[in-house]
């Protein structure tokens, strides 16, 4: 550590008596607790941190803040951490990035020497031609320069990223001697509050300030923490405001994660977030040791960093002249006091790696290593900006103030005017107070309005009026640039002659000049630099400033990682009670929508094989189970479903289709009536959430007046098929209560009883296998015992489970259809295949006019059954059915496999009315260019046409 | 008749200082009223939408939705507390012990961990002891409960029994900031 370090400050934030050890650039290097990475290595006599985007001009610290644009460095694996805000730790491997070979001698600083080529809208003039250059030269080339360091996708030690919401009545942005002051007022008066600062402590300006502002700040502080109902948030930032004052809070550097996002929702939004120091424009003015005057005494006073040795200090305002006072305490020798106010100047710069000469604005050449730049502020008016706000420039202050806001936003602090701490904290004060008014009334709706809330104590609130006396705006000179150009845009490389050029070139608004030129559109977003591109917009077009306006801030007012955006990742995963068994016995897992699912275990096509001759058991939990209840469900039923089911007894089953308004088939399912008035509906797999909602629908909306009851009971019923010729062999020995013979129990019948000692059981008579087959629906808590119970008890018999896959194989082979797969967002009933299942003369049905509609056409396509002639082929599922050797499409297939039943492909598919009979010969077109032929069969089933095996 | 289990396959998660625990309460009997707010189901019930009530014989009664109640008692008690329910009129009771799983978070910390997964305002008054509401917690549609123990506050937290697994997991994970452990083979992916 050199000699930069001063002697103990009154302020500073350094711990001596902890170093922490660091490399910069692979050197080793030491700091203490409290320092920044910048102030660390400003300590050790570093002086160029970076170097520039476009002319690789050698960069210092200009701002010594998070918002510098300077001082972009890699930590590790981490690009783009701001070294002037984040804290240094202990081991940190930092070095700077986007240099070429070192930063110290970069490759391209050669173009400084091209500069005058590299004008505004150099890109556009020289990229654009000859066009098959962009992708092969102009890409791989540009990106060589582009910003932002380097990223290590497979090394990356980063943890998970997070999020959280917050309800606070009042959030208060910017922890200054005004947010402060609000925050207190608005939690003395009842308010919870959400104070966000954007650095590391409390205190804004305050924290770098003299003995009275120490004091002053201690005494806030104290009040801050000792108040239960003021959340502090620092090291964050209010980087969006959104309706509804929905605020999303990005928080750095907490201790779970990289970067969090808060997402909050406020009352009341205070806009506290002070004044951002505006750097000057003359020639040289980006050279290493030209800083801000904030900068200067933030390093002496927070870190004790003596910025420099012979300083020349151009001040137009108080805060710069208190620079003087502060260098010359660091016993920094000041070569010249020049006052902006009096019209005293900088004309330029020289010096390359430092600050070496100044040239000032009497013509006179000074020796000097810093300059030191106090002429003006910026308003960060982003946040109004947000809530609709046009702030309004005041040429008399020089700078923009804000305009109209609406109830729930209110501003204080330097935003809106100049004031002693004293002044500041009483506006802040009463800004609190005006907002955690506002906040109450609004708390009292919504108490009133909760049902769950607790009914409001008292009265509501009154509404206050604004009666805040407004900080007086203090007369301050309109410094934007000398009579030199310099930099404009230290991001982005834009200078002000950029600016001059490009409003010659007729990019003469603003938001045009920004666009073509990236002024402002760099990774500083204008906060240091919007105000000066008006300012030399206005002198280049000979206007006013009010009439340049600026360009428009939006979110996200302070960078957010992507991680932080997505927080953690929820995707909810359903699993059935029987999942654990299917993953311990081996099973292959199928994501199904949410579902996680058994896709087979490890033989599909056997345990489709055993299905067929002995008996199998699958896990269909995932099957939409709806409970219904009520004296109008039958009503329901026909208005849902296409067919009727005015005549359904106790105990008996119905298969039914659901069609959407237009027609087009959604959803079907099997039905059973359980008693009097209780039925229960299944739906398909992934239609159970959108039938229940339809269901709702139409019950609280259209059909008010029904007595009809809707329970989902998807996941409580655990459903188990049982099927093969075996099954109810297998039943018998574990069902009690339910008569299994076919006569008492046939098809498409459903009953109550105990399975293996598990009461409450609905059992059903029916399948999607093609095989006798019972769906036993099993209380969930009870069902690996039942599931295990099968197995156990069928062991002689055969039995084993079959998955997914082993489902389909044996469906198709029934020549079942799954809504979705055969059939698409464009099948209307008759292409289904439902034939005579939907019944015309129905007094109402969902789709009704659409289906009268459909069934008197004849051109609609239709769903067959189709066996390829080379019975080894099994076409690849949506394959386009041709025309002979044509292309012209005429048809797909939607379902195809190998059936190990017949030893042969089998298919459905969709296909043109003409090629819809029994024995017609379609061509398939497969996906490696041949095409093949196949025959439509009579029937949609392969296997057993006649039923006799699942009636058995 | 076998034993009752619950889709949450982990015991209770705590933190080692105790500001917060994550336990499975699926092994609770759950009944579901839905009656008009005119009938004597409703009247006997006596809870309003948004609250609830702990009964004298011990059955807790909360308003889940406008004309809809939720029932809790030990899980052997349903037949029993469904049957407790005057079901004169168009009054529906629906068994759902097994198809909805439950947890609680508990602690101080338990509304710091709930307000990661929860963008309900969950402050003393909007959301007081006995509370009772509906949202998404992590991404899973639940009805929540807030029922306080020993001063701190409590959520019992119910969903639809598949989820129950999962979001056992993201409210751990929600945990982990506040010293709670994962346990292994638990995640939230």
């Known amino acids: 550590m050199t000699g930069n370090r001063l002697p103990e400050r009154p302020g500073e934030v350094i711990d001596r008596g902890t170093s922490l050890a660091f490399t910069w650039n692979g050197q080793g290097y030491t700091g203490y607790q409290g320092d ?214 990005v928080q750095r550097s907490h201790e779970i994660a990289p970067e969090r996002l808060i997402k909050a929702r406020a009352a009341s939004l205070v806009v506290a977030p002070g004044l951002i120091e505006r750097p000057y424009v003359f020639a040289g003015n980006d050279t290493p040791g030209v800083m801000l005057s904030g900068a200067v005494r933030r390093l002496i006073n927070l870190w004790a960093v003596k910025p420099g040795t012979r300083a020349v200090v151009l001040s137009a305002n108080p805060e710069g002249d208190a620079a003087i006072a502060d260098l010359e305490a660091a016993g920094v020798e000041i070569v010249a006091a020049l006052d902006a106010r009096a019209g005293e100047d900088i004309v330029e710069v020289e010096g390359r790696g430092r600050v070496d000469k100044v040239v000032l604005g009497d013509g006179r050449t000074v020796s000097a290593d810093l300059v030191v730049i106090g ?447 055969d059939t698409d967002g464009l099948t209307k009933a008759p292409s289904a295949g439902l034939g005579g299942l939907v019944k015309l003369d129905k007094p109402d049905t969902l789709g009704l006019p659409e289906l009268k509609a459909a069934y008197a056409r004849t051109d609609l396509p239709m769903l067959v059954a189709i066996q390829p002639d080379d019975p080894q082929v099994v076409p690849m599922e949506a394959a386009q059915i041709v025309d002979g050797d044509s292309n012209r499409i005429l048809g797909r297939i939607t379902s195809s496999r190998m059936s190990p039943t017949l030893g042969r492909s089998v298919c459905l598919g969709q296909v043109d009315p003409s090629l819809a009979a029994a024995g017609t010969k379609v061509t398939i077109l497969l996906i490696d260019g041949r095409r093949v032929t196949g025959t439509v069969q009579e029937h949609h089933a392969h296997v057993d046409p006649e039923g006799v095996r699942q009636n058995a | 008749m076998p034993d009752f289990k619950s889709p949450i396959a982990h015991g209770p998660v705590s933190a080692p200082d105790g500001v917060v625990r994550v336990e499975d309460e699926t092994a609770t009997a759950k009944i579901v009223v839905r009656a008009g707010s005119d009938s004597s189901a409703a009247a006997d019930l006596s809870v309003p939408f948004g609250q609830s009530r702990l009964r004298a014989d011990g059955t807790l009664v909360c308003g889940t939705r406008p004309d809809e109640w939720t029932l809790f008692a030990a899980v052997d008690r349903a037949a029993e507390v469904a049957a407790s329910v005057d079901t004169e009129g168009f009054v529906s009771v629906v068994d759902i012990t097994h198809g909805r799983a439950m947890m609680r978070v508990s602690g101080p910390k338990a509304t710091a961990v709930l307000a990661k997964v929860c963008n309900i305002d969950l402050a003393d008054d909007m959301t007081p002891d006995g509370a009772v509401f509906s949202g998404s917690v992590a991404n899973v549609t639940c009805d929540l409960l807030r029922s306080d123990r020993a001063g701190d506050p409590s959520y019992l937290i119910s969903c639809e029994r598949s989820f129950g697994n999962y979001l056992f997991a993201a409210l751990v994970d929600a945990s982990t900031e506040f010293g709670a452990g994962l346990p292994a083979g638990l995640s939230i992916h």
């Open chain 1, 375 to 821: 002429i003006g502020w910026t308003a960060p008016t982003s946040l109004l900006n947000m809530a609709g706000d046009r702030p309004v420039y005041d040429p008399s202050a020089a700078r923009y103030f804000p305009n109209q806001l609406p109830d729930g936003v209110l501003a204080t602090g330097g935003i809106t005017g100049n004031g002693t701490t004293d002044e500041l904290v009483a506006h802040g004060r009463a800004t609190g107070s005006l907002a955690a008014s506002r906040a109450l009334r609004s708390r009292h709706d919504r108490r009133v309005l909760a049902a769950r809330a607790r009914n409001p104590e008292g009265p509501k609130p009154e509404f206050l009026q604004d009666t805040r006396t407004p900080l007086a705006r203090v007369p301050h000179p309109e410094c934007y640039r000398s009579s030199t150009h310099g930099m404009v845009d230290l991001s982005e490389d834009v200078s002000s002659k950029d600016l001059v050029q490009a409003s010659k070139e007729g990019f003469d608004s603003i938001e045009l000049m920004k666009r073509y030129t990236t002024v402002t559109m760099g990774p500083s977003q204008g906060k240091l630099e919007t105000v000066n591109a008006s300012a030399v917009l206005a002198e280049a077009r000979n206007m006013d400033m009010v009439d340049i306006g600026t360009t428009v801030w939006r979110p996200p007012y302070a960078p957010i990682s992507l991680g932080a955006l997505a927080g953690r990742i929820f995707e909810p995963i359903r699993r059935s009670a029987l999942q654990d068994w299917h993953e311990a016995h081996g099973a292959s897992p199928l994501l199904a929508g949410q579902w996680v699912r058994p896709d087979h275990y490890g033989d599909p096509v056997g345990e489709a094989r055993n299905v067929r001759q002995n008996v199998g058991i699958i896990d269909v939990t995932p099957l939409g189970k709806l409970d219904l209840r009520g004296p109008d469900v039958t009503k329901l039923l026909e208005l849902v479903y296409v067919n009727k089911w005015q005549k359904l007894d106790i105990g008996r089953v119905r298969y039914g289709t659901m069609v959407a308004e237009d027609g087009v088939v959604s959803d079907d399912g099997v039905t059973g009536r359980l008693g009097e008035n209780h039925y229960l509906m299944t739906t398909t797999s992934s239609g159970a959430g959108a039938v229940w909602e339809m269901l709702e629908d139409y019950l609280q909306t259209y059909r008010p007046e029904w007595d009809v009851h809707v329970t989902a009971v998807t996941g409580g019923l655990t459903s188990i098929n049982v099927a093969g010729p075996k099954c109810r062999e297998l039943l018998l020995r574990l069902v009690e209560g339910v008569d299994l013979s076919p006569e008492a129990f046939p098809y498409f019948h459903v009953r109550r009883g105990s399975v293996a000692g598990v009461a409450d059981c609905i059992i059903w008579r029916i399948g999607f296998t093609g095989e006798l087959s019972y769906e036993l629906h099993v209380p969930s808590g009870h069902a690996l015992h039942v599931w295990e119970s099968l197995l156990a008890n069928g062991e002689d018999l055969g039995v084993r489970p079959f998955g997914v896959e082993s489902q389909r194989i044996l469906r198709l082979e029934k020549g079942h259809y799954i809504v979705g797969q």
């Open chain 1, 36 to 249: 920044t990475i910048a102030s660390a290595l400003a300590a050790s006599g570093v002086e160029v941190f970076a170097r520039s985007m476009k002319y690789k001009r050698r960069r210092g610290i200009m701002t010594a803040d998070h918002w510098d644009p300077n001082l972009f460095v890699q930590v590790g694996d981490e690009p783009n951490v701001r070294a002037g805000s984040r804290c240094l730790v202990a081991g940190m491997e930092v070095s700077a990035q986007n240099v070429w070979p070192s930063l110290k001698f970069d490759v391209g600083a050669v173009n400084q020497m091209v500069g005058r080529f590299l004008t505004s809208g150099f890109y556009y003039k020289t990229f654009m031609r000859p066009k098959w250059f962009w992708h092969n030269v102009y890409q791989k080339v540009l990106r060589k320069f582009a910003p932002g360091g380097r990223i290590f996708w497979e090394s990356s030690t980063h943890g998970a990223y997070d999020k959280r919401y917050a309800h606070p009545d009042v959030l208060v942005a910017g922890g200054g001697p005004a947010g402060m002051g609000a925050a207190i007022a608005a939690a003395e008066a009842g308010a919870s509050v959400m104070l966000v600062e954007h650095e590391p402590e409390l205190g804004g300006h305050l924290r770098w300030g003299d003995a009275a502002d120490l004091a002053a700040l201690a005494e806030l502080t104290s009040a801050v923490e000792a108040h239960p109902g003021i959340e502090v948030v620092i090291d964050s930032t209010v980087t969006g405001r959104y309706d509804h004052n929905w605020m999303a809070v």
